[in-house]
T-cell receptor
Framework: AQSVTQLGSHVSVSEGALVLLRCNYS??????LFWYVQYPNQGLQLLLK??????LVKGINGFEAEFKKSETSFHLTKPSAHMSDAAEYFC????????????FGQGTTLQVKP | GAVVSQHPSRVICKSGTSVKIECRSL??????MFWYRQFPKQSLMLMAT?????????EQGVEKDKFLINHASLTLSTLTVTSAHPEDSSFYIC???????????FGQGTRLTVV
């Protein structure tokens, strides 16, 4: 079985500070991992994904994530938060089937204070 | 990236009526589409997986007779909420994947309010 756990349902940082959103996964096979961002009343936008190869993945809007197999983690980071980063963030692992089904974490609300 | 269009973005309907939500893949053939439901401040809950030309596979606890899913073509899937009640009010999101893509693309979501 596969699962995703996001530690911290709510993270608050000051503008310009480091953003760290935590994600741990459980998977019986090499995982495909994703981070999505959701703004209010909108769908999900892909920030970045890890499939194979380099474990440090760079995404849009200055975000990056590092796949650490030994820690079963895929934490999302951004060196300097911007007010526009305030949103809901979801970590997801692709299901075992080939259909593209995703298993989502509970989500983390990022608040950015001026 | 690929584009998935979901329509309508917002709908209000009376209790007892039915509502249809469309999900279209605009620039690729979506062999599989997913329908999710999202309650406020919560994660996405997968309702069903639909493959083009076959019956949808519903997740446990999702009433297939209430949430009718049709995936008649490689570019269109529809979700019909039948005999809607206030408790069906939620945010519904579709996503689509196709071919060898490892990624699912999401629609903009539909805010359903049943009054």
């Amino acid at each position: 079985a596969q699962s995703v756990t996001q530690l911290g349902s709510h993270v608050s940082v000051s503008e310009g500070a480091l953003v760290l959103l935590r994600c741990n996964y459980s998977s019986s096979v090499p995982p495909y991992l994703f981070w999505y961002v959701q703004y209010p009343n909108q769908g999900l936008q892909l920030l970045l994904k890890y499939t194979t190869g380099a474990t440090l993945v760079k995404g849009i809007n200055g975000f990056e994530a590092e796949f650490k197999k030994s820690e079963t983690s895929f934490h999302l980071t951004k060196p300097s938060a911007h007010m526009s980063d305030a949103a809901e963030y979801f970590c997801a692992v692709r299901g075992l089937s080939n259909t593209g089904k995703l298993i989502f974490g509970q989500g983390t609300t990022l608040q950015v204070k001026p | 990236g690929a584009v998935v269009s979901q329509h309508p973005s917002r709908v209000i309907c009376k209790s007892g009526t039915s509502v249809k939500i469309e999900c279209r893949s605009l620039d690729f053939q979506a062999t599989t589409m997913f329908w999710y439901r999202q309650f406020p401040k919560q994660s996405l809950m997968l309702m069903a997986t639909s493959n083009e030309g076959s019956k949808a596979t519903y997740e446990q606890g999702v009433e297939k007779d209430k949430f009718l899913i049709n995936h008649a073509s490689l570019t269109l899937s529809t979700l019909t909420v039948t005999s809607a009640h206030p408790e069906d009010s939620s945010f519904y999101i579709c996503s689509a994947s196709g071919g060898q893509s490892l990624q699912a693309f999401f629609g903009q979501g539909t805010r359903l309010t049943v009054v």
